[in-house]
């Protein structure tokens, strides 16, 4: 079974960063590609970014040059850095594997202007 664990959320002024964590369990973490998501109030939710199991990354074009995206295999952790922060990323982010179908519970990042 494999459970996901999100920390990190809050709120943060425009411009400001935030590091979001995704804390997972179980052995199957090092093969699957891992996603972060995010639902903002009234929108579907979307894809932010994504990281294969050996480490390539690709962004919404959204949050690219702003976003990071890693993952420490050893720690079974993604990390998703956020930097010049704008109101407009305000939403709940969520973490994903992709291979098993699990989902975080979310962590909320309300971005102020």
């Known amino acids: 079974q494999v459970q996901l664990v999100e920390s990190g959320g809050g709120l943060v002024q425009a411009g400001g960063s935030l590091r979001l964590s995704c804390a997972a369990s179980g052995t199957v973490f090092s093969i699957n590609a891992m996603g972060w998501y995010r639902q903002a109030p009234g929108k579907q939710r979307e894809l932010v970014a994504i990281?294969?199991?050996?480490?390539?990354?690709n962004y919404a074009d959204s949050v690219k040059g702003r976003f990071t995206i890693s993952r420490d295999n050893a720690k079974n952790t993604v990390i998703l850095q956020m930097n010049s922060l704008r109101p407009e990323d305000t939403a709940v982010y969520s973490c994903?594997?992709?291979?098993?179908?699990?989902w975080g519970q979310g962590t909320q990042v309300p971005v102020s202007s």
């Open positions: 994903h594997s992709m291979g098993t179908g699990h």
């Open positions: 990281i294969s199991r050996g480490g390539s990354a």
